[in-house]
């Protein structure tokens, strides 16, 4: 290999060794960033109680495996999931946040609220109980519910009417019927 040769191979290696490091510290940024934004919208349509495309949200921004909001998503999404009905992927997602360690004391109660949700939706009280009480040692705001009220499932969300759309315009046309044989009386 000549000198030139030589030359133009340590100057590329020297460029990729320089810009390498900031593209991916961009890219994970980015991957930070949108996974943080995804978060955010899950966490808003959870309020509104869009759950499906709340979840939608959530598992989009684990997706993008920013490592260091990994915890705090699967928190929420447990108590996403719960919602939904999930139960068991509820708890599997609150064991996933419980799984972090670090000073995540938000996170923990969050993940240990949800969870203690998830078993009392499954009949298991005492299991509940104690995930309620470690929720509370962590958020003393974080009041478990009545466990002697019982709970009643949660029937997944659809998106279409129950009704077929024959019994739907079946019914509309019967109460229009019923609407000009009154306005015929009149």
Do not use: W
Request: aromatic share 4%.
């Amino acid at each position: 290999m000549d000198i030139r040769t030589r030359i133009m191979v340590i100057g590329l290696l020297v460029l990729f060794c320089v810009f390498s490091p900031v593209t991916a510290a961009a890219t994970e940024q980015d991957s930070y960033t949108s996974a943080g934004a995804l978060y955010s919208k899950s966490v808003d349509l959870a309020n509104e109680g869009k759950y499906p495309e709340a979840l939608k949200a959530a598992d989009d921004a684990l997706a993008l495996n920013a490592s260091s909001l990994n915890h705090l998503i699967q928190a929420n999404r447990a108590g996403i999931l719960v919602m939904l009905g999930r139960y068991e992927d509820a708890i599997t997602a609150a064991d996933s946040a419980l799984s972090v360690s670090g000073n995540l004391t938000t996170t923990h109660s969050i993940a240990y609220y949800n969870k203690g949700d998830a078993l009392r939706h499954l009949g298991r009280t005492d299991e509940a109980r104690d995930m309620f009480k470690k929720a509370q040692a962590l958020d003393s705001t974080l009041i478990p519910p009545d466990m002697s009220v019982p709970v009643t499932p949660v029937v997944p969300v659809t998106t279409k009417s129950p009704l077929s759309p024959v019994v739907a315009i079946a019914g509309i046309a019967g109460a229009c019927a019923v609407c000009l044989r009154l306005r015929s009386r009149k």
